[in-house]
Structures are given as C-alpha cells and as structure tokens.
C-alpha cells in the first residue's frame, strides 16, 4: 500500500511539472485531475476557479468579461502574449471508466510566427495593389507620352512646312519647286506611320530640316546619343529652330551642350530680332516644357538681353533607347 501510494504520488508530481496543462473530468463532470498550468490557465481564462466539465467548456466557448484572456480563432492569447491551444478527448482507465480529458498546449512561437507571417502576406498584398496601381499608371502615361509625341512631331512637320512656303513665297520662287515632304511626313504621322527615315540619326534629321527651312545650326560639345535625354534636346532645338525662323527671323542657331556628372545643359540662342516681351509658351514650348519636366529636368526661357532656352536634365544608367 505504502508503494502504490508513493507511486500515486510520484505520477501526480510528474503531472504537475508538465509545461502543457491537463485536466481531467469524471462521468459526471466533476474534475478529478488538473496539474499546476491547467489550474493556472483556468484562472486566467475564467477568472476563478474551473471545478465541472460544463464550467471549463463554457469558458473555452466564451469567456467571461473579466477575464485578462483574449480569444484569437482557435487560441487564447494571455495578457503576457503567450498563446494557449485546447483540446478535448474522451479517455478510458484500465477499468474501462470513461474520462474527459482537455490538454493546453504552449503555441507561443508558432503563433508569433503566424503573425509574422500574415504580416509579411499584407505587406505583399499592399505592393501587390501598389504595383497594380503603378502599372495603369505607366500605362496612362505611356498613352499620354504617345499622344504628346505625336503632337509634337505634327506640330513640329507642319511649322517647318509654313516656314519654308513662307521662304519660297519670299524669295519669289516658284511652288513648283517647293518640297512638300513635309507635309507628307506630317500626314504620315497622323496615320501612325513612321516618322524616321532608317538611314540617317535624328540629329541629321534635324540638321536636314533646319537648313530646309532656312537656318544654319551650330552646336558647341556634344549631345548624347542613343539616349531619351538626347532624343529630348533635339526635340528642343527643332521647337527653337522653327521659332527663330518664324518669329525672329534668324537665320543661324547656336546651341551649347555642357556636361556635369552625369547632368546635361543644353542652351540655345539665335542671331535674330530680339523679343520685345517676355516669350508666351504655345502649344510648341508648352509641350516641349512639360516632356522635359516628365523626364525628372528644368527648363527655363529668358528674353533679355536676347532670346536662351535653357534646358537641364540628368542622365540615369538605364536611359538607353537601343
């Protein structure tokens, strides 16, 4: 008797220590075991004592308003953020008494995981809807540089195309001999036709044009070729061409091209009548300004003591365009 008694005791003792809870309820609902974490859970969850089977299930289906406990889901989440899963089984002894038997099991590290991991989930799903968001909205702009270019081009065809019937009617030549590919090219445009010819660069184009219109160019330094940067300067120094012609009766342009790092400064001057205000942007400078803002640069327009456009743009690593 005294062995069984001591073994008895030595299993509640093993019972006790355990860091999961367990509790055990009779046929009648009355609790017959409960270690020392069971106890303490039970307290904590209820905020008294849990003596009867009806007791522990309804606390675990909802706790009571004074308890410090938080329900997460299927967890229990203490006041110190530790997180407790229950569970219920029926057990027999070797008598073939049948038990009720609720086991609490420490999750803490798999519930801290699980918040980080839904943690992580939202984060994704922000940049999800962010990349979405920004993918529209590339494509709005994309549509809308389209437009602007072509706008541009057209603008671009057709002033070329005024300025030099307005030569030729001038200097008393016949239209028969005008080049009308100007307008070719203006109308090719606006049939989403391609506006380059293959063999020749678009600073050749632009040469080509500027002498056909009447206006000789000369740049100082460099411009960047192959790039968007450049392909934007020479958009720049079309729009002063046509305008020098047309507004100043220029008949040369002087362009400086200066380089700092990686930032370019284009400025560009003519040699004719000076302006006697300060210039209003049209459709030309206007859409001109607003490209070079689009791409990250400044543009600025003085009109004393003589007539600059200035433009300032940075070059990033990837601004290729083939």
């Known amino acids: ?44 969850l209820a905020g008294r004592d849990i003596q009867t089977l009806s007791e522990m299930r309804k606390t675990l289906k909802e706790l009571p308003r004074n308890s410090t406990a938080r329900r997460d889901g299927n967890l229990f989440i203490l006041s110190d ?37 839904e943690e992580g989930n939202r984060i994704l799903e922000e940049y999800g809807y962010r990349l979405r968001r920004l993918s529209a909205n590339i494509q709005a702009a994309t549509r809308e540089e389209e437009i602007l270019d072509t706008k541009m081009r057209v603008h671009d065809n057709i002033g070329r195309g005024i300025i030099a019937a307005r030569q030729y009617l001038l200097s008393g030549r016949p239209m028969a001999e005008f080049d009308m590919s100007v307008w070719e090219d203006a109308l090719q445009i606006l049939k989403y036709d391609v506006e380059n010819t293959p063999d020749k660069t678009a600073l050749e184009q632009f040469m080509d044009s500027a002498k056909a219109i009447g206006i ?26 046509n305008n020098a012609v047309r507004h100043a009766g220029a008949d040369e342009l002087y362009a400086k091209v200066e380089t700092e790092g990686t930032f370019y400064t284009l400025s560009v001057t003519n040699n004719g009548q000076i302006p006697q205000g300060e210039i209003k ?42």
């Open 216 to 241: 000789r160019v000369h740049i100082m330094g460099r411009l960047p070729e192959n790039t968007k940067m450049g392909a934007l300067m020479i958009i720049a120094l079309r729009e002063c061409a």
């Open 1 to 44: 008797m005294r062995s069984g008694g001591r073994l008895r005791r030595t299993i509640k003792e093993a019972i006790d220590d355990l860091p999961n809870g367990i509790c055990v309820f009779d046929s009648t609902g009355l609790m017959v075991l409960c270690n020392h974490t069971m106890y303490q859970l039970g307290f904590l």
């Open 81 to 117: 953020g530790r997180a407790w899963q229950f569970s219920e089984c029926k057990v027999e002894d070797s008598y073939g008494e049948s038990f009720i038997q609720f086991i609490a099991a420490d999750v803490t590290e798999l519930y801290i995981k699980r918040l980080e991991l």
């Open 281 to 322: 942007e049209g459709g030309g400078l206007g859409s001109l300004r607003t490209r070079i803002e689009k791409a990250g640069g400044k543009m600025s327009i003085r009109w004393v003591p003589e007539f600059e456009l200035s433009i300032r743009l940075w070059q990033p690593e990837e601004d290729i365009l083939w």
